[in-house]
């Protein structure tokens, strides 16, 4: 009762437009206010009930809200009231009213926002979960919200409302997706019943089965197996980075889902692209032991080398409890920390593999930037160094600063930390106090046989203090207590931010009292491209806003993007509860509500673009222009179209928004946008104000075109139902039926309805394009003989030829749609109808097959040529279709016939890799050794070009090239034949490939081992270019002589490392004698090919001996230390390890280049 009371007070009359509530707030009345809000049944109907607009039949305020009326009145008494209504509201200005009533579940809410002009469907601004191993998006759909935290009623109420199963969030996820992730067993099987498909996967390949494991739902997990085991679901299904239903369950934790996965197929040995295991996603003891029970390898490394293996502490395997160690840290698992600490661990860590990285610090860092003090108190206990500095160049004292860990700061100062960071005790005592940190030894050499490189030690970051990093991460209360303990509160050189400028950015004010230069500081300071005020706005810090503004800065002051702190708020604070707040405290101080960024962007076309509605509001309530276009001419409606937002879209237009404007890229207007989207509630408001429909685009696209190239029927029906004109032709003169046609699916239920309706409105079947194309040409692979009967019913032109003289059959044919074939040869189309290029619709069939056979039985001609001299055949052959030409033989195509060009199918054949259709037309009289018009072998010379071509990267397609070069050998083709303009030879050819057995039976019949093309290549040379390393040893077996050189003065070996395929090849060569000092015509040696792999510059430096040149210039000036620098400054870990050999090797330039690796690391 109580509830239905506050509608009622609550509800605008239909004569006055007018609720009790509202008279009474423009009245002034606060007495009757406050009674009607106390008398609300909670918060959220009292928000609901405020956001309600005026009627536009009240003689008051039309259309304005409460909020609008109240601020244009100035008397006390309405003062008073805007208390009232802003003490409601404030709790509800950063969120949407329509998301919490869908995570709330109360249906009263839901249908009272939705009778007030909220859309069912709505994307709605959300905080994503970050701690989710998948993503989350930051807007969904009222049903996704009530399907993940309601029960079935709401879902059933949203949907009956309206809402559809099929919309998707940002990342693909449906609405079933969410109740997968809330564990609603109710909603899954109530949404299955309503037609959602329990397969689908979101943009990340993630199903439903992923998401509920994602979030620990067994039962969800159970029942989804269930009800989808007919239809392929399976607990064995991977998302994009191949991560499974069990890899989810594990990064959450959840014991009972990995064991019910487990129980119902799952396997625990599977790997993502990453090589993670499930054992390397938890850090739970018990499930880690559980899954070390059933059989986990505790030994199994990923893509980075890294184990998780936890109980290995006895055997001494420390380098592979690190990864364990950082896994508890990265969790906050003190306690398990602990466990493997006491168990034996030992602390003084290397890392073979990795041995740049600085881990036994890094452990400290993590420790300290969680407030681990137990666990840190272990490792110092160890013996690890409390001033230790990370690989990312922080000390435990920094890190804890910067994580606002007080008790953790207290404790490493009470453990003797430096207070003031490495560098305060390196300049005291000319060294660090950690060995590490020894500046005189950051090149050293180890003493460790095993690493023949040298050691690179990790250097603090220059001038970065505790201090420095508690101001700059806006941890007043740590850096207070640094201040109070000694901490130097000067400024450094090194760093462009000075203390007070942090503690300012941060609105730290007792802070900037302690600082030995606040009286020199300007609050009006401008750095990094941005003010002070910029910089707090954009982190939603209301404290530190607040603070800058009190102390007098300028409110529309600019950054270098031409974004003022109004801007700033609305562009990056949208999920955060203060960003209403800031946008009003900067309007009262004066904000300019239409200022332009650099963009052309006012702070309306930020609000809107970005989905903030709350925020969009106030400023169109505060008089923002709204005519406004930015510097790609989108106005706010462009961007409330594409967002999908009904609301805002009417809201805008009420404030005389401009929807004839059309963006500068595409020339669509909003309407455009919003049919692009496929949000008809958006295009239903456009179209309710009386926008124009038939405007067009740069391409001459109609808002009906447009739905019809994005195949949204509901908007074509929308927009065919409002008068949009289907006669309206784009810039290639298609009209909307054409385009219906030609993106016909029969796998959507639609597409015939969608033709249907055009043809009721008045299309016609014979209207052609500007290459004279009817709708009937366009027909796709995919259309039916009951399009085809649509199209015939409404009078179409069975054997209209197009500009070039193709017929629909021709197209048909072309598209390999048998059943359209019939429809016409049924119909009267002529078989032998010819286009411009004398091709007939068989040409067109045996290019792609399907109708082949169908056309010759309705007496197409397979003899007929072109006027190039293609037969059918031919283009059966270049199209690599096999049934074509099968079926084309067996009705007497001649197998011998050569075009123009002196091409025949088999050098097509073999030109497009198909070995099996080579060898089917070798097997009934083509001739292998055929020539082409240049003289050369034309199946070798069409190998060649095939060789390169980007498909090869296919493992089957490289199977089909050496099972041609098997046909080409086996069949009779002539192996001493020549390539007369690359010079190659057979042997050449069998190189490149894994063809062994090929490469004996040509060595064997006296080929040429050492033959040479016209680039100086050997056979050799070919395969350390881009054989496997299988041949480059057989070659070198066979007698291959590894100090050949090519024309560019190259050995095999330096043609291998400069094609950076893979390590192998090389090894090979440097293993099997290759000559490491011979250096091609640029100048470049084995060492400067070989500077990204560590590896291989260490193997050519051993085999060289004493003999090395390591100093070696290229034509550029460049060493190899040179080009290894380089690499460095990329942040390449390899090119580190380079460095490191070469230096060991006797590289010069030390100096130089000590300072580039100090400067990139």
């Not at 002529?830 to 040409?843: C, I, K, Q, W, Y």
Request: net charge negative; aromatic share 6%; charged share 20%.
């Amino acid at each position: 009762m109580k509830s239905l009371a506050f509608n009622v007070l609550t509800t605008p009359d239909k004569e006055s437009g007018l609720s009790c509530l509202q008279s009474a707030c423009i009245e002034g009345d606060v007495d009757t206010v406050s009674a009607i809000l106390n008398s609300s049944p909670d918060k959220l109907d009292s928000a609901i009930a405020l956001s309600v607009k005026i009627g536009h039949n009240s003689s008051h305020f039309a259309g304005k809200s409460i909020l609008t009326a109240l601020r244009q009145q100035d008397s006390v008494k309405h003062k008073q009231v805007s208390g009232l209504v802003e003490k409601v509201t404030k709790h509800f200005q950063s969120q949407s009213l329509l998301d919490l009533a869908a995570r709330k579940g109360n249906i009263e809410h839901l249908r009272r926002l939705l009778d007030i002009g909220e859309h069912v469907n709505f994307l709605l601004p959300v905080e994503p979960d970050k701690q989710s191993v998948f993503r989350e998006s930051k807007r969904q759909t009222p049903l996704m919200l009530a399907a993940r935290f309601n029960e079935s009623d709401v879902v059933e109420f949203l949907v009956k409302a309206g809402a559809s199963l099929e919309m998707q969030d940002d990342y693909g996820s449906t609405p079933f997706h969410y109740a997968a992730m809330g564990g609603k067993t109710e909603n899954i099987l109530r949404l299955i019943e309503l037609g959602s498909n329990i397969l689908i996967q979101n943009n990340y390949d993630a199903s439903a089965i992923h998401l509920a494991a994602t979030n620990g739902h067994t039962e969800a997990v159970s029942v989804l197996l269930e009800h989808g085991a007919n239809n392929g679901a399976n607990v064995n299904e991977c998302d994009e980075e191949r991560r499974f239903p069990i890899h989810a369950a594990a990064f959450g934790d959840y014991t009972e889902v990995v064991k019910f996965l487990l129980q119902s197929g799952g396997d625990l040995s599977v790997e993502t692209y990453s090589e993670e295991t499930v054992l390397h996603f938890t850090t739970r003891l018990d499930l880690v032991s559980f899954l070390v029970e059933q059989g986990a390898d505790i030994h199994a490394r990923d893509g980075r080398g890294q184990t998780p293996l936890h109980i290995a502490a006895a055997k001494g395997q420390s380098d592979t409890w690190v990864f364990s160690l950082v896994l508890c840290f990265d969790g906050g698992h003190a306690a398990a920390a602990k466990a493997l600490i006491d168990r034996g661990c030992d602390c003084k860590l290397t890392n073979k593999e990795y041995p740049s990285k600085s881990l036994e610090a890094d452990l400290l860092q993590k420790a300290a930037s969680q407030g681990l003090i137990d666990v840190l108190q272990l490792l110092l206990d160890r013996g690890v160094c409390v001033d230790a500095v990370s690989s990312c160049g922080e000390t435990p004292l920094m890190a804890a600063a910067g994580a606002g860990q007080c008790d953790m700061v207290d404790f490493l100062l009470d453990r003797g930390a430096n207070i003031n960071g490495c560098d305060a005790t390196t300049a005291a005592n000319g060294k660090s106090s950690c060995p590490d940190l020894d500046d005189s030894q950051y090149l050293q050499d180890s003493d460790n046989e095993e690493d023949d490189g040298y050691h690179m030690r990790i250097s603090p970051r220059k001038g970065t203090t505790p201090l420095y990093c508690a101001l700059a991460a806006g941890q007043g209360k740590v850096a207070k207590g640094l201040i109070e303990r000694g901490a130097d509160t000067s400024d450094s050189s090194d760093q462009t931010d000075s203390l007070a400028q942090l503690a300012a950015n941060h609105g730290l004010s007792d802070i900037l009292g302690l600082l030995s230069n606040e009286e020199n500081f300007h609050f009006d300071h401008f750095g990094d491209g941005e003010t002070l005020l910029t910089l707090a706005a954009s982190r939603g810090d209301i404290q530190a806003v607040t603070f800058l503004l009190q102390k007098g800065v300028d409110v529309n002051a600019k950054n270098l993007s031409g974004d003022t702190a109004l801007c700033c708020v609305l562009r990056r604070c949208l999920m955060r509860p203060s960003a209403m707040e800031i946008v009003k405290l900067l309007v009262s101080f004066g904000a300019d509500i239409n200022a332009m960024n650099d963009r052309s962007k006012t702070p309306l076309q930020i609000a809107v673009e970005i989905n903030f509605d709350n925020a969009a509001e106030l400023l169109l309530e505060l008089g923002c222009e709204t005519k406004v276009k930015d510097i790609n001419s989108n106005s706010p409606l462009h961007f409330s179209a594409q967002n999908k937002n009904g609301k805002l879209t009417k809201m805008l237009l009420q404030y005389g928004a401009d929807a004839t404007v059309q963006e500068y890229s595409c020339g669509r207007t909003a309407l455009h946008v919003a049919v692009n989207y496929n949000s008809v509630d958006t295009a239903t408001v456009l179209l309710d104000h009386g926008v124009d429909m038939d405007v067009t685009d740069k391409l001459g696209h109609t808002p009906l075109a447009v739905a019809l190239n994005c195949g949204y029927f509901p908007m074509v029906q929308l927009l065919a139902q409002q008068g949009s004109n289907v006669h309206a032709k784009d810039t290639c003169v298609k009209t909307p039926l054409s385009i219906a046609v030609e993106k016909f699916s029969s796998e959507e239920d639609d597409s015939t309805a969608v033709v249907k309706t055009l043809l009721d409105h008045g299309s016609s079947v014979n209207v052609t394009d500007q290459y004279g194309r009817a709708p009937i040409h366009y027909l796709s692979s995919d259309a039916t003989r009951e399009l085809c009967d649509l199209l015939l019913d409404n009078g179409t032109s069975i054997n209209l030829p197009d500009s070039n003289g193709e017929t629909p059959l021709h197209f048909a044919a072309s598209v390999g749609n048998t059943a359209c074939t019939e429809w016409l040869l049924q119909h009267g189309a002529n078989v032998g109808a010819l286009d411009r290029e004398s091709r007939t619709p068989l040409h067109a069939a045996a290019s792609y097959g399907g109708s082949v056979e169908l056309l010759i039985q309705h007496g197409a001609n397979v003899h007929l040529a072109d006027n190039k001299g293609w037969l059918p055949l031919h283009f059966a052959a270049a199209g690599r279709r096999f049934d074509s030409a099968l079926v084309l033989v067996q009705n007497g195509a001649d197998v011998t016939a050569i075009d123009k060009k002196v091409r025949g199918a088999l050098r097509l054949a073999a030109r497009s890799g198909c070995g099996e259709l080579v060898e089917f037309l070798t097997s009934h009289g083509s001739d292998i050794n055929a020539k082409d018009f240049a003289g050369r072998p034309a199946v070798l010379h069409a190998r060649d070009e095939f060789i390169w071509r980007p498909v090869l990267q296919e493992r089957d397609e490289i199977f089909i090239v050496c099972n041609f070069l098997e046909v080409y050998v086996n069949n009779g083709g002539d192996i001493h034949a020549i390539d007369v303009v690359t010079g190659r030879t057979t042997l050449h050819f069998a190189a490149v490939f894994n063809s062994l057995a090929i490469l004996d039976n040509l060595l064997n019949q006296g080929l040429d081992l050492e033959a040479r093309d016209k680039n100086g290549e050997t056979p050799l040379h070919r395969a350390a270019a881009g054989g496997t390393p299988e041949m480059i040893e057989r070659l070198v077996d066979r007698g291959a002589d590894l100090s050949a050189i090519n024309n560019r003065g190259q050995t095999p070996l330096l043609v291998s490392l400069a094609a950076q395929d893979s390590m192998k090849g090389p090894m090979l060569l440097l293993k099997r004698g290759s000559n490491v000092q011979v250096a091609d015509k640029d100048c470049n040696t084995a060492l400067h090919f070989a500077v990204q792999e560590p590896i291989l510059v260490k193997l050519i430096i051993q085999n060289a001996g004493d003999a090395i040149n390591v100093n070696a210039v290229n034509v550029h000036g460049c060493t190899a230390l040179h080009q290894a620098a380089y690499k460095v400054s990329e942040f390449s870990e390899e090119a580190v390890d380079t460095v490191r050999a070469l230096l060991k090797a006797g590289a010069m330039f030390i100096v130089a280049i000590i300072k580039e690796i100090r400067l990139f690391t």
